[in-house]
Structures are given as C-alpha cells and as structure tokens.
C-alpha cells in the first residue's frame, strides 16, 4: 500500500502505457478486444486519478504525490513529478476524457484499430507525463512525445485533406518546441548546479533582464503555438476539420490547454519581469484572439471549422486572464481552461456522432435535426450554452472572473477597455453559437436528417452523460477546484505581479 | 433576520423543471401538470407566508444558501433577500406566474411538446425568482441570463418553423447585448466598492462619474430585457412564442425585471443624477414611439407586445424622475391587466383557430363573453378612463414627473444657467400624449376584435374556451380592479385599514430618495382631471373610427395620413435599418476577414507561401504515404537519442 501511495502519480501516468503494449501485444486481427483493452486501461487511470484528487494537499510552494528518482545527476536531470492544484485539474480532465474518447470512435475507427487504440494510450500518457513533470527534461520529452500520436491520429484516420493538416500541425507545434528546447538548455547551463530541475531553476533565476526577455519569448513560442495565440492559430482549423472525432476531443480538450499550462507553470514564473513586461502584449493578443476567432466562427461553413475557432476565442479569455496577473484573472483563466476542456471536448464529440451519422460536415446540409434526434438536441443545446458561458454552467465562472480580475488588475496597463472589449465575447459567442445551433437543430429537416437519423444511443449516452453532468456540477459548484488552485496562482501572482519591485536574487547555495 | 428556507422558492420550480424535463416525455400528462402546478403554488405560498411574517417578525428575511465561488478578493454567494419590494415582486411573479400555468393547461392541451413546455415554464419561475431575490448582482445576473434562456427556448418553442426560431435567436443576442452592459456595470461597481452586494453597495458612497457609468452600464442592461429603446426590437417578434408565455414572460414579469433593478438599486441612481434622467427621457421617448407603432399593428398580439414596451417606458418615467414607489407600483399593476389581456388574446386565437389578424375577428362578444368582459375590464384599467388600477399607477408616474425635483439643479451648459427644470414638465406632456395614444389603440384592438359583425371566414365557429382558460382571466381582470388599492392617494385612505395597503405606503423606506428631494405634496385631482380627458379622448377617437365603422376606421385613417400610417404599420423600419447598418456589415466583415486574414495574409503567405515549406509537406506527406509507421517511429526515437546526445556532450 505504502509503495502505491508514493508511486501513484507515475502509476497513473503510466497506466495507458501497459494498456497500449498490452495491445501490441495481441494479434492484428481483433479490433474488439483493442478498443476494450484501451476502454479499460484508460477507465482504470480515470479511476486511479480519482485518488489523487482525494489525497491532494495544498500547501503553498509544495507538490503532492511528488517523486524524485535521480536518473542521470552528473548531467542534473532526474525523474521527478508531482502536482500542483494546476496541474491536478488539467491532469484529471484528461484521465476524465480519457475513456470518453476511447468510446466516441467505438464505431467510427475500424481500420488498424491496433493502431490507433496504441495511440490514443500513448498519447494520453505523455499528456499526463508533461502535466507531472517537474524536471525540464522530462517535461520536453513528454512534451514532444505528445505530438507523434496525435499526428498519427491526424494523418492515418483522418478526413480528405488530412495529410495537409497533420503536416502542417506537426511542422507549426516542433518549430515551437525548438526555440524552447535552446531556452532550457541556457537555463541548465546558468544554474549553478546544471541542474534541469524546476525547483532549483525557479529559485535560480534569471538576473539579466534583457536576457530573462529573449528566454521567455523562446518559451512563450512554444507555448503561444500551442494555445493557440492569434496570429498562430491557423494550424489548429485544420488539424481540427481533419482529425477524427477523437483526435479533435484530445486537441481541444487537453492538447491546447498544454500551451497555456506553460505559460503559468514555466514561462510566467520562470521569467516574471519578462512576463510581466509582455503582459499587455499577450493580453492584446488574447483580446484579439476573443474577437477575431468569434467573427471567424461567423465566417465558417464547415462545422468542426466553426467550434475550432471558437476555441481561438475561448483561449483568448484564458491568455487574458493570465496577464492579467491578478488572483481572480487568473484562477478564472485556470477554470476556462478546465471548462473549455468540457464544453469544447463535448462539442467535438457530438459533431463527431453528427458526421458519424450525415457524413457531412457542410453546415448548409443541416437543419431541423431536433425532429428528428430529439436527445442530441438537447445535449447540444446544454453544451452550446456552456460554451457561450450561461450561468448555471461551467462556462460561466470562468469567464466571469476573467473579466472582472481583468478589469480590476492594477499591474496590467489598459486593464479596463481590455477587459471591455473582451466582454464584447459573451455577445459574439452567443451570436456563432446560436446561430450554428439554429442552422443545425432548427427550422424543417433538411439533407442531412434525411435518412432515419438516429438518435443518441446507449453507448453514446455514456459519453455524453459524465459530460453534461460535469456542465451543470461545475457550473453550480465550483469552488473545491477554485480552491484547490488557489496556492499556485497565488504564488504565480505575487512572483510576477511583484517582479518589478524585488528583483529575484539568487539564492547563495545555487552559486557555483 | 437569517431564515433557512427561502431558497425554496426558487429551488422548487427548478426541480419541477428538472423532472418535467428529464422525464416529463415518460410520465403521464396529469403528473406533468401536477409536478409544474404544485411547484410553484407552493413557492407562492412559501413566498405569502413570509410576506405576512415580514411586518411582525422582521423587516427583511435573508438567505445564504452557499458560497458559489471565491477568488482573490471576490466573494459571490448564492444568497437572497426578501424584503417588502422583492416579497412583493416574488407573489406577483409566482402569483401570476401560476395562473398562466393553469391557464397552459388548456392552452398546450394539444400540444406534443408539453412536457418540454412546462419544463420550460418552471425554469423561468426559478430563474426569474433568483432574479429578484438574489442579494447581490452576480445572483441577480443568474436570474437575468436565467430568464433570457427561458425566453430563447419559449419563444422558439415551436422551432421547425424557422422565422419562430429565429425571434428566439433574435431575443437572446439582443438581449445578451444588454447582458454585456449589465456585466460591465458590475465590475464597476466591484472595482469601487469591493464587493458585489446589493446592500452594501446600496450603502456605499459613489463618487459622481463612477456613479453615472455603473448606472449607465446598467441601464444599457434594462434596456435590453425591458424592451426600450435602442434595443426594444426584440419583443414584437417574441410573440412567435405560444400566447401564455407572452403574458407570463413578455408581459408580466420578465421584461420588467429592468424596471425592478434600477429600483433595486436606486441608492445607485440617485447618485447618478444625470442618469436617471436619462433613464426618464429613454422612458417617455420608447412610451411615445411604441404606442405610435402600436396603432398600427394589425396583430391582436403585436398591439400588445408595443402596448408592453409603451407601459415598460411608462415605468421607466417613474423610476427615472426619483418616483421608484410609482414605478414598481405600475409594474405590479401592469402585471395584472396585461396578463390578463395577454391570456385574453390567447382566449380569442384559440377560439378561433389560430388566427391573430384582427381583420378577421369582430363581433367576438358573442362567442366568447367571459374573455370579452375580462379583455374589457383590463382595457379600462390599461387606458384608465375608470379609476381602477392602471388610472391611478399610471398617472402616479405622470404626476410624479410634473412635480419632481430630481433635475432641478442639473445643468446643460457649464455656467449652470440653463437649468433642466422644464424636463419634468415636458416628460408629464409626451407622457400624457402617449397616454392618450394607449387608449386609442388599445379601444381600436377591443372594438375590431369584440364589437361589430364577426369578419372571419365561415368555416372558422368561434368559441369560447374551457373554465381552466378563463378562471385566470377572471382572476386576473379582479386583481386589475382592486390593484386599484395600491394607487389610492394617501388623503383618501388616512386613518382607515387601506392605508398600509398602498404602494407608498408599503414601500416607505425601501427606496433611496432623489438628490433634489421627493417633490412637495401636491394635489392629485388636476391630473386625475387631464388623465381622465386624456383617456375618454383616446376612447372617443376609436369610438368615432372603429365602433362606428369597423375596418373602414383603418382605411379613413390611412386616406388621411397615408405616408405616416404606412410607416408605422412596417414599424417604422427600424429592423431594417439595423439589419442594412448593423447586421450586414457585421457578417460581412466576419467573411471579409476570414478571406483577407486568415486565407490569404496568415495561411496564403506565411504558411503556405515559402516554397521550401510546400517541399517540405509534400517530401513529408511522400514519405507518409507507404503507410510504414514504424520507420517513422523508430526515426522519431532516433532523434530523441540524438537530442539526449547533445546534452549528453555538453555535460
């Protein structure tokens, strides 16, 4: 019991991976017992992850279920992992989407579904790995590692232009990676011990100012691609339209929430005077984010292309909320992210049961499908209005506090019309939302309900249910994750809100 | 006092939503009814309770449910507080709210979808309950969004026709416009006081300008769910909507949820002086333009919805000239002889099989008696040519706007010499025109649809519709008369039993007093004298047309005033002017940057524009293609090793 305890984080993290050599494995043939094996190993990490959630401890400056095993210390790395109320939550959103995702392509993936099932496994373990990392070295190999499955999911089950997509998903997220791959080795080279681990590189500092500006910006690529920030963005459209349903659930549900984690877990704290000297730059970006990625919502007539831009818009809210440096921003930026994670993952879900269905994704095929799959309708509806953030909803709290931390932040320069004009998202996201519910749900069937549309079934019940539930829990009650994620926003506050005052000092046990 | 049970109020109908909506489809019909009914009857006879307990046991009752959310400094509870504005807003609301539940009982007996209906219905309760109870604006907004969802739903209930479907859309993103102002004027407020409670911030000192743009903001918020100008444009359409969610949510209660707040927080607005008026002057400008429009309308249930927005602005006057009491006043007044007008028309459509043209009614009083006695008692009430409760609410306002004082020392030029005293005066005019507007068109809806010769095609046998549609319309034409009581002038009323049942009476102490000060006592005859001219007037003008000689009234008219009737009757092409500035545009930048931007700037040249790059995708995409994964893999390794390598040397 007592080696469980201290090793559950890894055991966690590395659960999908005995799943997917478990079906390696096994011979070619059986697609059934692939997706039942990964079903059930991605099942069994959510439940496993359940008591991480019951056993964290918040304590300021401290991981739970950290582990430190040295792996190479003449070189200054090691394996080392722990949570923070950060990192828990993204890391419970995935192990939650984990099995969702695993039984939202039950029916739709019946080609080298080996494959594919290896690849899902893997993928989650290294989003899970980057999430616990607290070495730099770790955190880049999983980091990396996070890339090759999805780009297989893109590449091998995806739609017509699907090489097109997973290329240019692919080159746009690596040329990222390797800015921030020269950043770290600068930061082991100056610490004092050559060290990789975070604790010590974050107590080492960086002094130089001009410096601090260039490492964080090699960070903030990698991150920014990844989020992503306008104007980067225009890998994700595609690797979207073209993924397979799952493929879009993993990327908007936690992939793209891998960038903004960087952002609060490395780049901010790592450098806070760079950070907080770039802040009113993210901002305005994110800014543009919200109202440029909502009126290309309005633009779209491809469906799965319209909700890939509304997460342009959605993950502006977030960047807002975190430059905006204040204790409310950004635990608001913090439940977006875990809430668009939901209502995003849902939506891509059940545009996945539609294609599934009508084989098209035009949206001028659709109409009048709530005659016809009266549940899907209204599941649609509820995740459609937590995606515009009603309250009541998840979508709502986070938004909320972004704004109104936004609007309130004195460190942040144009704290308020920034914030205004953010606002001006809650009008635009209703206008996408409600008109891509109209065009889908509403009005006399058109082509796509044509042909005895089924509605949800119980397999897809069990998909959606745990998701519309968490919709309306987190929606009423979400002050255990506010909570829980009070000690490193806190802390992430305070180090850059301040930066400018005290200047980091490094400590004298980290001189050579 | 601190009590433990008012959540119940709009925790009840939400669970009867729950359950019709979840399961509503399974049971049986009667279950549905008796889950919706009894929730809110008993939420109503919770809310009667502790309005009888509010005088002896305390002043105001409070709730805190539970901490919804906390971060930083921000605390937001889901808590309520009922006091004598909120205790009476919550009888009304529940009150009225359950007999147009009853009254659906007849009204969807048809219909498939009921369950989805009444499901909807007691959301709305709840969500408008949270509206008016929640003890801080972050609640209060709950309640807010809350409604406006439940009108989105109601409205487009009937979704597969597509003009139904889009007024929803319409009322949700018009409405959400106004959201966004609400939403700015709480962080406002948040940034200045520090908290998002009512009460505090109702004791907060407001320095001016922070004052003026909360209370600006916000009123950007009232006029979005109150329908006033600019963004009224949302309920005329809303009628799509099945006709007791009209009276219920178009009528009664939601759409003066605007009116309630600025009344909530009237501590806010009387240190926005300038504001408020403001607030009158949108008020009086949307009572004029909406009757204007209204006497047009060939649409028993599109002269209503204007007729609404009309008296919404009435409202309006009240609470912007410092008269809170007389604006909450005609809003619980309003609440009574609309719905009951409302519920009268949805009397008639049904009688008649759905036709709403009242071109094609007249002559109903002999198929439907009990609807047109009850249409006729709150059509006196609305025009006020008897003292019953519109008279003496509605010229409250009036008389409230004559007298006050709450502009006297604003000035509009810098030196202060031109004082805005004859603001008052000119509000008291347009008001009473408008006043005199209502009564015309709401006699010309009353005799085309009631008196004359039946106009209808033959095959259509009007009649009238079962008791469980027409005791509501009973109930609520009674309560049109004896609102009468809440109206009744202090003098009248000294010393007997009535006196602590008017309005101002009743309200003494819940509203914060303009900065000029509550105008001096004056004498309300001459204005019950001009408001009853002015209502005989308005009578006499539809008798001459529209008794007398039925739809040629409309063609005598038209022949006169041919360009302005024309006008009015396309409701003076205001949703085409916003459809050519607004909306078009807007869609068309949306495409236009997409092309540019996005296709052309960011994918065509950056991304897609280098050549080494297309090379690159297409070697990639080549080398793809023979489909062997695991070289791919093994070459990603590869590199992961040589990464390991290079650090491996540096060390």
């Known amino acids: ?260 984690f960087g952002f609060i877990r490395y780049a901010m704290p790592l450098f806070p005077q760079a950070a ?120 709502f709290v986070g938004e909320f506090l972004v704004l109104i931390g936004t609007f309130t932040s004195r460190v942040l320069a144009g704290a308020v019309p920034l914030a205004v004009i953010g606002a001006t998202g809650v009008i635009l996201g209703a206008v996408y939302m409600l008109w891509l519910y109209q065009r889908v749900f509403f009005g006399p069937p058109r082509k796509a309900a044509g042909h005895g549309l089924q509605d949800l079934t119980v397999r897809e019940w069990f998909t959606v249910a745990p998701l519309l539930l968490a919709i309306v829990v987190l929606g009423i009650a979400p002050q255990p994750l506010l909570s829980a994620i009070k000690e490193p926003v806190d802390a992430v506050v305070q180090r850059v809100s301040r930066a400018d005052r005290a200047p980091p000092v490094r400590k004298a046990e980290a001189q050579p | 006092m601190e009590v433990t049970w008012l959540h119940l109020v709009p925790l009840l109908p939400l669970i009867g939503a729950a359950i019709c909506g979840l399961v509503g489809k399974w049971l049986p019909k009667g279950w549905v009814y008796a889950v919706a009914l009894a929730s809110v009857l008993l939420s109503f006879l919770i809310g ?152 505090q911030i109702n004791s907060a000192v407001l320095p001016l300008g922070v004052a003026s743009i909360a209370a600006l903001c916000l009123f950007i918020g009232a006029t979005g769910k109150s329908a006033q100008l600019p963004l009224y444009i949302w309920l005329p359409d809303a009628m799509a909507g099945p006709t007791p969610v009209s009276a219920l949510i178009h009528a009664a209660t939601m759409v003066t949820a605007g009116v309630y707040m600025v009344a909530r927080l009237s501590h806010l607005y009387v240190s926005a002086p300038g504001v408020m008026a403001v607030v009158a002057v949108v008020g009086v400008l949307t009572a004029l333009w909406s009757a204007l429009i209204a006497t047009s309308q060939n649409d028993i249930k599109k002269v209503l919805a204007y007729s609404t927005v009309s008296q ?95 502009f006297s020392f604003l000035t509009l030029t810098p030196d202060g010499s031109t004082r805005l005293t004859w603001l008052g005066p000119l509000i008291y005019a347009v008001g009473s025109f408008s006043a005199f507007l209502t009564s015309f068109y709401m006699w010309r809806c009353y005799f085309l649809t009631f008196s004359g010769e039946y106009r209808g095609p033959e095959s259509v046998h009007p009649h009238e519709s079962p008791s469980v549609m027409t005791l509501p319309l009973w109930i609520l034409a009674a309560l049109s008369v004896i609102g009468l009581v809440l109206g009744l002038p202090q003098a009248w009323v000294h010393g007997t039993g009535l006196q602590h049942w008017t309005w101002e009476h009743f309200t003494d102490g819940v509203f914060s007093r303009p900065r000029g000060g509550a105008p001096e006592e004056f004498s309300p005859y001459l204005g019950y004298g001009i408001a009853l001219i002015v209502g005989w007037a308005g009578w006499a003008c539809s008798y001459a047309l529209y008794f007398k000689r039925g739809l040629a009234g409309d063609e005598l008219l038209t022949a006169r005033i041919h360009v302005l009737r024309g006008a009015l009757a396309n409701k003076l092409y205001v949703d085409e002017l916003y459809d050519f500035l607004v909306v078009r545009p807007f869609w068309a930048l949306a495409r236009g940057l997409f092309r540019l931007v996005d296709a052309t700037l960011i994918d065509g040249l950056f991304v897609n524009g280098i050549p080494t790059l297309i090379a690159w995708v297409g070697a990639m995409a080549r080398r793809f293609q023979n489909g062997d994964v695991q070289r791919y893999l093994a070459v990603t390794a590869l590199g992961v090793a040589a990464l390991l390598y290079v650090f491996l040397v540096r060390g």
Request: aromatic letters at 14%.
């Open chain 2, 312 to 406: 919404l602005g009435f409202m309006f006057i009240g609470v912007g000239v410092g008269a809170f009491f007389a604006g909450t006043m005609h809003l619980v007044t309003h609440a009574f002889f609309k719905a009951c007008l409302f519920l009268g028309s949805g009397a008639v459509i049904h009688g008649l099989h759905g036709e709403q043209d009242i071109q094609r009614m007249g002559g109903l009083r002999k198929y439907l008696p009990s609807t047109r006695t009850t249409f006729l008692v709150a059509t006196i009430a609305i025009t006020g040519i008897l003292p019953i409760s519109g008279f003496f609410s509605k010229d409250e306002i009036l008389g409230q706007a004559l007298h006050t004082r709450a």
């Open chain 2, 48 to 199: 009667l309770r502790a309005f009888i307990g509010l005088g002896e046991q305390a002043p105001l009752f409070h709730e805190l449910w539970f901490n919804w959310f906390s971060a930083g400094s921000l605390r937001v509870d889901m808590a309520f507080s009922f006091d004598r504005l909120s205790g009476a807003l919550t009888l009304v609301v529940t009150g009225v709210g359950f007999l147009i539940h009853v009254y659906s009982v007849g009204y969807m007996e048809e219909d498939p979808g009921y369950w989805r209906y009444f499901s909807y219905l007691n959301l709305f309760i709840a969500a408008m309950m949270t509206l008016v109870l929640g003890d801080n604006l972050v609640a209060m907004f709950v309640g807010w969004e809350g409604v406006g969802l439940c009108s989105y739903l109601l409205i487009g209930f009937w979704f597969t026709d597509e003009e139904k479907a889009y007024a929803g859309r319409k009322a949700f993103i018009v409405n959400r416009i106004g959201d966004f102002g609400f939403l700015i004027g709480i962080f406002i407020l948040f940034n200045q006081v520090g908290t998002v409670g009512i009460a």
């Open chain 1, 276 to 395: 907080l000297a770039f802040a009113p730059a993210i901002a305005v970006l994110g800014v543009i984010g919200i109202v440029y990625g909502s009126l290309m919502c309005m633009a779209q007539t491809d469906l799965k292309r319209l909700i890939a831009y509304s997460s342009v818009a959605h993950l502006g809210f977030v960047m807002l909320g975190l430059s905006a440096l204040t204790p409310e921003a950004v635990s608001g930026a913090v439940l977006q992210m875990v809430n668009h994670g939901i209502s995003t993952g849902a939506l891509f879900l059940m545009v996945g049961y539609l294609y599934e269905r009508t084989h098209t994704r035009d949206l001028a095929a659709y109409g009048g499908l709530a005659t016809v799959a009266p549940a899907i309708a209204a599941t649609f509806l509820v995740i459609t209005l937590s995606s515009i953030g009603l309250p009541g909803t998840n979508g």
């Open chain 1, 1 to 260: 019991m007592a080696y469980i305890e201290s090793h559950l984080l890894t055991l966690v993290t590395f659960l999908p991976v005995l799943g997917a050599i478990l079906i390696a494995l096994l011979p070619r043939g059986e697609g059934g017992q692939h997706k039942g094996i990964a079903f059930l190993f991605s099942l069994l990490t959510f439940l496993l992850s359940i008591a991480l959630w019951t056993g964290f401890r918040a304590a300021p400056g401290r991981y739970s279920f950290e582990q430190k095993t040295e792996w190479a210390p003449a070189l200054g790395f090691s394996y080392h992992v722990g949570l923070d109320g950060v990192a828990l939550l993204l890391f419970l959103l995935t192990t939650f989407l984990g099995p969702i995702v695993v039984l939202s392509s039950w029916k739709f993936i019946q080609e080298r579904v080996n494959v594919y099932c290896i690849a899902l496994l893997l993928l989650e373990t290294a989003i899970l790995g980057t999430l616990a990392s607290l070495d730099l070295v770790l955190f880049y190999v999983f980091w990396e590692a996070m890339l090759i499955p999805m780009y297989l999911l893109i590449g091998m089950w995806g739609s017509d232009r699907r090489i097109y997509a997973a290329v240019k998903f692919f080159l746009f997220t690596f040329i990222g990676s390797v800015l921030m791959l020269l950043a770290i080795f600068w930061l082991w080279s100056n610490s004092g011990r050559k060290s990789f681990d975070y604790a010590e590189l974050l107590n080492a500092g960086v002094v130089d100012v001009s410096t601090q500006r260039w490492l964080f910006l090699a960070f903030a690529l990698a991150f920014a691609i990844k989020v992503p920030i306008w104007p980067l963005h225009t890998w994700l459209p595609d690797a979207h339209t073209e993924a397979p349903a799952a493929g879009s659930i993993i990327l908007a549900g936690v992939m793209l929430k891998m960038g903004t």
